[in-house]
T-cell receptor, first 114, second 115 residues
Framework: AQSVTQLGSHVSVSEGALVLLRCNYS??????LFWYVQYPNQGLQLLLK??????LVKGINGFEAEFKKSETSFHLTKPSAHMSDAAEYFC????????????FGDGTTLTVKP | DAGVTQSPTHLIKTRGQQVTLRCSPK?????VSWYQQALGQGPQFIFQ???????QRGNFPDRFSGHQFPNYSSELNVNALLLGDSALYLC??????????????FGEGSRLTVL
């Protein structure tokens, strides 16, 4: 069984400030972990993923996340927010054999203030 | 390189009707997963097709069924529509390699409204 908890359904930051979106997961098997971004009326775009190897993963648009097994966390960060980062962000976990069977969190809406 | 394409993009049905949604996977991909995303929620896994068979299923009733064709494209069928079936239906494709599927590519979705 898998589950994802995204702490904070809404996060607001100023342009240029640090972005931190929190994700905790549970999984009965070794996991794959993902962050996706969704713009209004669009599908999901993969930001980054952890499958194996290095626990600090870098993604597109300056985002990165660190897999911390002991804390069952996979928080998403970006050093400096841009207006174009405003969107809905989803954390997801899957078994490490099948990304297609992912369990998603409820999402975090990121607002970026000028 | 064509990504995942879904049709139709929007549709409106009434309660009790049936609907078919279609998905063409990303070029080179052989596995299709379907998700339902209700308003304000994260996507929920419906089922996954590989080699023309349903391989995994989430917690959805039998009213939800699917099919995969030899060209890897897929259909999602929903019978006896309920108001609660109103949602964005997302198709995601992946490549099965050595028994693993490491990444998903999502389509733009089909927005179903049930009146």
């Amino acid at each position: 069984a898998q589950s994802v908890t995204q702490l904070g359904s809404h996060v607001s930051v100023s342009e240029g400030a640090l972005v931190l979106l929190r994700c905790n997961y549970s999984s009965s098997v070794p996991p794959y972990l993902f962050w996706y971004v969704q713009y209004p009326n669009q599908g999901l775009q993969l930001l980054l993923k952890y499958t194996t190897g290095a626990t600090l993963v870098k993604g597109i648009n300056g985002f990165e996340a660190e897999f911390k097994k002991s804390e069952t966390s996979f928080h998403l960060t970006k050093p400096s927010a841009h207006m174009s980062d405003a969107a809905e962000y989803f954390c997801a976990v899957s078994p490490n054999t099948n990304a297609g069977k992912s369990t998603f969190g409820d999402g975090t809406t990121l607002t970026v203030k000028p | 390189d064509a990504g995942v394409t879904q049709s139709p993009t929007h549709l409106i049905k009434t309660r009790g009707q049936q609907v078919t949604l279609r998905c063409s996977p990303k070029s080179g991909h052989d596995t299709v997963s379907w998700y339902q995303q209700a308003l304000g929620q994260g996507p929920q896994f419906i089922f996954q097709y590989y080699e023309e068979e349903e391989r995994q299923r989430g917690n959805f009733p039998d009213r939800f069924s699917g099919h995969q064709f030899p060209n890897y494209s897929s259909e999602l069928n929903v019978n006896a529509l309920l108001l609660g079936d109103s949602a964005l239906y997302l198709c995601a494709s992946s490549l099965t390699r050595e028994g693993r599927r490491r990444e998903l590519f999502f389509g733009e979705g089909s927005r179903l409204t049930v009146l």
